[in-house]
């Protein structure tokens, strides 16, 4: 299994946290690590503990959620995942141009706006793919951010971009990584905490493999109970809880401001479970 392998490396010592202090810097690990070359799975794991940041982390779920999704995504570069309309603009519609369509509208977020290779965009009830340096693709930046600061996050303008047939997804791709993103996310957010543990606490070490080993089982199950989900979440919870009292929280870069990435499914993963 080549989530048990990552992590025997890790023990071994052969896979370490690599300073990125800023998002060039993290694309360029993320590419030298090889993590593009690696099955989604995989690379959200060894992604989130070569995490220097929670920021990094969730470029390393995130990205791994949506190649399991949508596998014709290049590897090569990073992809964004733009579903929250912008109320102030007309809502993003896809119209027919001979063979293919048309894209227009606007995109109130879009993660990795500085370092984008590639979007995914919904329009209704489909979602398109299109390269981010195409015609008509027009992306502008947030300066700040409160949450994730590190990655840059920005806003997408979408005018008579042409987009391929074989290029459109449906309604179940959509609902699919809705259902993928928080898994790969929080699968990745356990390889941070066990690379930053650096031991401090071997029971914790031991549960965060065990709840590793699990969290990949059900990022690639096709059926899920939403108990079991939730009881994973839980085990997250309570790790993150006693990872603040193994580690000094406050040498590590952005935590006070981003560690709620780590709880940031869970109300809706226990309400679910809750029905």
Request: with cysteine.
């Amino acid at each position: 299994m080549p989530v048990a392998a990552a992590i025997d490396e890790f023990l071994r010592g052969e896979l370490s946290v690599q300073e990125a202090p800023d998002e060039g810097a993290w694309h360029k690990a993320w590419h030298d690590l090889g993590l593009h070359t690696l099955p989604p799975l995989e690379s959200a794991l060894r992604g989130g503990i070569g995490a220097d940041r929670l920021s990094w982390a969730f470029v390393a779920g995130y990205q791994g959620a949506i190649r399991y999704v949508f596998p014709s995504v290049p590897h090569q570069g990073w992809a964004a995942y733009a579903a929250t309309e912008d109320k102030s603009k007309p809502a993003t519609a896809l119209t027919t141009q001979g063979d293919g369509f048309l894209l227009n509208g606007h995109k109130s977020w879009v993660g990795q706006s500085r370092h984008l290779d590639h979007l995914l965009v919904t329009a209704g009830d489909q979602c398109v793919l299109v390269p981010a340096q195409a015609s008509g693709v027009h992306l502008s930046h947030r300066e700040n951010s409160k949450f994730l600061n590190a990655m840059s996050q920005g806003y997408g303008d979408f005018e008579a971009v042409e987009v391929a047939a074989g290029a459109v997804f449906d309604s179940d791709h959509m609902r699919e990584f809705g259902r993928r993103e928080p898994r790969f996310v929080m699968l990745a957010g356990t390889g941070y905490l066990l690379a930053h543990l650096k031991g401090a606490d071997q029971t914790l070490e031991q549960d965060l493999i065990s709840l590793a080993l699990a969290l990949a089982m059900v990022c690639e199950s096709q059926h899920v109970v939403p108990k079991t989900l939730a009881a994973l979440d839980r085990a997250l919870q309570t790790a993150v809880a006693r990872f603040a009292n193994a580690v000094d929280c406050n040498a590590l870069p952005d935590w006070q401001a981003d560690h709620r990435l780590l709880s940031m499914y869970s109300a809706r993963i226990q309400e679910r479970a809750a029905r």
